[in-house]
């Protein structure tokens, strides 16, 4: 079984900083998938990032990375420059043997 | 549109009445997934399928029934609902279960048992 955690429920920001949210995972699958999802105040899943198993480097998309850190098994999302709109519910989450694990959330606060 | 529709998306309930859940994709997706969402909990896989015919439990399946007739529909049944299941219905599908292809998500059902 695969399990996936996040340990901060709430992180605050000030904008145009960077902020990292942390992710943890433990699966005995050799071949695994991580992500985050965005979910802001309307409660739609909003696709961020994919980070495969097998993949050498850490995924990029805009401002947002993953910070891929297989021996440590963490799957960290990095956010640079905050903006006010990236205020939201954040997941962690993973792919494992066709079943798709999510992480408790992390509530992130951008402040002006 | 292409995409996951949940059916109904707000519903009332009354402990010991039953319901079902529609979720349908048009994308011909393979996988399938049931999900609820609790303050602190995060999303908790409740049952999914990983093709027309077939189901499989998830990490909270009591209380819960499914049913994949069709590769289109995923149906969730809740047979005695009960207050401890009011809760945020989300319903999730992928082309095989690797998030190489995606997962689309519909935009869930809010459920209140009272």
């Known amino acids: 079984a695969q399990k996936i955690t996040q340990t901060q429920p709430g992180m605050f920001v000030q904008e145009k900083e960077a902020v990292t949210l942390d992710c943890t995972y433990d699966t005995s699958d050799p071949s695994y998938g991580l992500f985050w999802y965005k979910q802001p105040s309307s409660g739609e899943m909003i696709f961020l990032i994919y980070q495969g198993s097998y993949d050498q480097q850490n995924a990029t998309e805009g401002r947002y990375s993953l910070n891929f850190q297989k021996a440590r098994k963490s799957a960290n999302l990095v956010i640079s420059a905050s903006q006010l709109g990236d205020s939201a519910m954040y997941f962690c989450g993973g792919t494992s043997y066709g079943k798709l694990t999510f992480g408790q959330g992390t509530i992130l606060t951008v402040h002006p | ?114």
């Open chain 2, 1 to 114: 549109n292409a995409g996951v529709t949940q059916t109904p998306k707000f519903r009332v309930l009354k402990t010991g009445q039953s319901m079902t859940l529609l979720c349908a994709q048009d994308m011909n997706h393979e996988y399938m997934y049931w999900y609820r969402q609790d303050p602190g909990m995060g999303l908790r896989l409740i049952h999914y399928s990983v093709g027309e015919g077939t189901t499989a439990k998830g990490e909270v399946p009591d209380g819960y029934n499914v049913s994949r007739l069709k590769k289109q529909n995923f149906l969730l049944g809740l047979e005695s609902a009960a207050p401890s299941q009011t809760s945020v219905y989300f319903c999730a599908s992928s082309y095989a279960g690797d998030f190489g292809y995606g997962y689309t998500f519909g935009s869930g059902t809010r459920l209140t048992v009272v």
